[in-house]
């Protein structure tokens, strides 16, 4: 492996969703400072994310957050440390340019080409979901090429990463995202945001049999999935449920609803990743994203790790959601490899809708 000599000091933005996050990231020292604000709150009430509201918590955060991240790094240098980490020491800054909301995108777009005017260095727009696959190099390099599943809020993606910036998607839910089936039934459920954690939280209390929901396009010769029918079996169930227990659930039929939608929901991307590797030939799998957070969908690859042999690797916890660490690292990435394009104010676009196989 190539000695690093040369050091990109990377101020990074994350804020294409309802998470404002700021990372420091440095290119020999790796993550120095990162923050992440959830805006549950303003959504809760809501049962979901209003983009609107989402703008304008971008707008009230960003800068607290930004001056946290500073401070925070700035106590983990050694007393006689001669970094600076002033503004002026950063080389680089990052932002989410898409996919993601409009205005939220907006928001950090319009503040780290500001901070890259002031401070006259790059500002690099990347791609989020390109921040996703590699978020597991926080931790260990990653060796290319490998298979990723790449499962959040707004996507369900099998990629085949040939290289950096090199994507051939190999198939992608056509309705749903899994993470918003988790989303919705666990508003379903009567659940509280974050939904995808809690319906993990309540499936975990459930032991016994499980109703047969389906996995749908499973068995299809395509890598294509669905999960809006697997949404509609737990609608379906829930009101069954209601005509025999009455309008108040039981905690313990609601968390054997709960187990058998997650059961069906990872069962589905089991046998589509399963299928990848076959067609593939991959020694090397990454799952990242929101939903690799789950406890149980980690528990269930390791039967693929023992039947395949593949070496499955994820995000830590903290990084398998929303944060600007994986935004960072991307982009260290990037610099690493010559491979940006643009430079302070070259390219003004966010993209609302940025496939991974634009780049
Ligand atoms: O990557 P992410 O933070 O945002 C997007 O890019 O969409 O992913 C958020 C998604 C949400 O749909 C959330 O329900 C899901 O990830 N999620 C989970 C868990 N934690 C987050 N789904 C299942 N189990 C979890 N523990
Ligand atoms: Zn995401």
């Known amino acids: 492996m190539a000695i690093k000599t040369h050091e990109y000091l990377i101020l990074a933005f994350e804020t294409s969703c309802d998470d404002t996050a700021v990372a420091l990231y440095s290119s020999l020292n790796g993550l120095l400072a990162h923050k ?14 209003v983009p609107e509201l989402a703008s304008r918590d971008h707008l009230a955060k960003i800068l607290p957050l930004t001056l946290e991240v500073l401070e925070q790094a700035g106590q983990k240098l050694p007393p006689n440390s001669c970094t600076n980490l002033s503004l002026e020491a950063i080389t680089h800054i990052a932002y989410t340019k898409g996919p993601g909301l409009l205005g939220a995108l907006l928001v950090g777009a319009s503040f780290a080409k500001t901070l890259s005017f002031v401070l006259k260095i790059p500002a690099i727009g990347i791609n989020h979901m390109e921040g996703h696959i590699f978020a597991p190099s926080l931790e260990s390099e990653l060796e290319l090429p490998f298979l990723s599943l790449l499962i959040s809020g707004g996507h369900s993606i099998l990629v085949e990463v040939i290289a950096l910036g090199e994507y051939k998607i190999l198939g992608q839910s056509l309705d749903d995202a899994v993470g918003e089936a988790f989303d919705k039934c666990a508003k379903l459920l009567g659940l509280p945001m974050p939904g995808g954690r809690n319906l993990e939280n309540l499936a975990a209390q459930h032991q016994g049999d499980l109703y047969p929901f389906p996995t ?4 299809h010769k395509t890598l294509n999935m669905s999960f809006s029918g697997l949404k509609t079996a737990v609608l379906n169930q829930v009101i069954a449920s209601r005509q025999e227990f009455g309008e108040n659930l039981p905690a313990q039929e609601l968390a054997k609803i709960a187990k058998s939608f997650q059961t069906a929901a990872i069962e589905t991307l089991y046998f589509k990743v399963r299928k990848a590797l076959k067609l593939t030939s991959h020694r090397r799998l990454i799952i990242s994203g929101g939903v690799s957070a789950n406890t149980y969908l980690r528990q269930r690859f390791l039967s693929l790790q023992a039947e395949t042999g593949v070496e499955i690797m994820y995000p830590r916890f903290e990084f398998c959601t929303d944060n600007a660490a994986m935004i960072a690292v991307a982009c260290a990435k990037r610099l690493e490899a010559g491979i940006w394009a643009d430079e302070n104010f070259a ?13």
């Open 347 to 359: 390219d003004e676009e966010v993209k609302v809708r940025f496939s991974l196989e634009d780049l």
């Open 36 to 49: 992440i604000f959830s805006q549950f709150e303003t959504h809760q009430k809501y049962g979901g994310v």
């Open 216 to 219: 749908p396009m499973v068995r």
